[in-house]
């Protein structure tokens, strides 16, 4: 990794305009002018990993991702629509470290209280419900005997569709990425998490993203993943920005997306 800091040290980042013509070269074949192009982006990726930076994450994961993202954008990369190339590099940088983090956001996560609330939080939750009491995090936290500071900390890792799956994505229409899920599908979801099978879930969504497109993964990634992960989606201009879309063209993949992975996890026998 220390070489990617001296590649960074070493070479400055290049003009707008002679990026975009080594992108169109590189998108001919020229290794040389795709070498150059991740050189002198090192430092932007450097910052952007840092910014993505996590605890159970490595750094120089995050770079290395960040640095390959420049191979992605130099792929999609269309100059006919007019933007320039370290935009649209930007913004697979930030696509690419967004999934790692959303990816170790799944599968992180091995404390006391992570492995109590997989073990007794299904049964303890169904205690709180049969006797009137609220399931959160307080009320698990004394009914298991643990922290709970400790258990809010794991409950997004255990019960990640509990608070998620409800927030809009973003749309005009305002919907969210449970609304695609018929109810009783949705109460399968979560009873399926809640019944320690959430790694199966995390597998299949998985296997989904593998499916796509680079450009339906990155906007899957970037927005219906993020949602249902809980965290922060990528504005739809700056998706449509990096893949040369329009915004209404990204809302339409990704209403589109939503219906083809319900289909999926139907497939994969997540959903009834």
Partial sequence: MTDLFTIARNVSPLPRAQQTALAVLAQ?????????????????AIKIAGQHERKGIELEDL?????????????????????????VARQWMIARCQEVVQGNSCVSGDSRATRALFRKGPQAARELQAEGIEVNPR??????????????????????????????VGDSDGSTFGDVLPSRNLNQ???????????????????????????DRHIFVSRNLAEYL??????????A???????????????????????????SDILA
């Fill in 230 to 239: 809980g965290n922060d989606p990528t504005p739809q201009a700056d998706i």
């Fill in 241 to 267: 920005e990096a893949n040369g879309i329009s915004v209404a063209r990204v809302c339409q993949i990704g209403k589109n997306l939503n219906v083809k992975l319900q289909s999926f996890l139907v497939e």
């Fill in 189 to 215: 979801f979560e009873a399926l998490a809640r019944h320690r099978k959430s790694e199966a879930i995390q597998v299949a969504l998985a296997n989904f993203v593998g499916t796509l497109s680079l450009r």
């Fill in 63 to 87: 770079i290395a991702t960040a640095a390959g993202a420049v191979l992605d954008a130099i792929r999609v990369f269309d100059p006919s629509k007019g933007a320039n190339f370290p935009t």
């Fill in 139 to 168: 009320n698990i936290a004394n009914r298991l005997n643990l922290s709970v500071s400790a258990v809010r900390e794991a409950w997004q890792i255990v019960f990640p569709s509990a608070t998620s799956l409800s927030t809009p």
């Fill in 28 to 44: 001919n074949g020229d290794r040389s002018a795709s070498d150059q192009l991740v050189k002198c982006n090192m430092r932007l």
